[in-house]
């Protein structure tokens, strides 16, 4: 819908209306802070989802244990012959 409001105020300055090259910047600043919005709200989303993917890993790594450790012996690593 701004879109069209954009070419039809753009239109107009064209055609010599002063009011609408008022107008026509206010859908520019408009346009221009949704897209920000709409930057920032991907951006969110994106470290949002990597976030998640860590900790899953995280959730399953010690659920599993590492297998280089002994059973019971406190952090040593098993050495392998």
Do not use: C, H, W
Not at 1 to 16: I, K, L, P, Q, Y
Not at 27 to 54: C, G, N
Not at 57 to 76: F, V
């Amino acid at each position: 819908m701004n879109g069209e409001r954009r070419v039809e105020f753009a239109r107009r300055v064209r055609d010599g209306d002063n009011q609408a090259a008022t107008q026509l910047d206010l859908v520019k600043r408009e346009q221009s802070r949704i897209e920000q919005e709409k930057a920032e709200a991907l951006l969110y989303e994106q470290r949002r989802s990597d976030l998640l993917d860590i900790i899953t890993l995280d959730r399953i790594a010690i659920a599993l244990g590492d297998p280089r450790q002994k059973p019971g012996g406190a952090g040593k690593l098993r050495q392998e012959y």
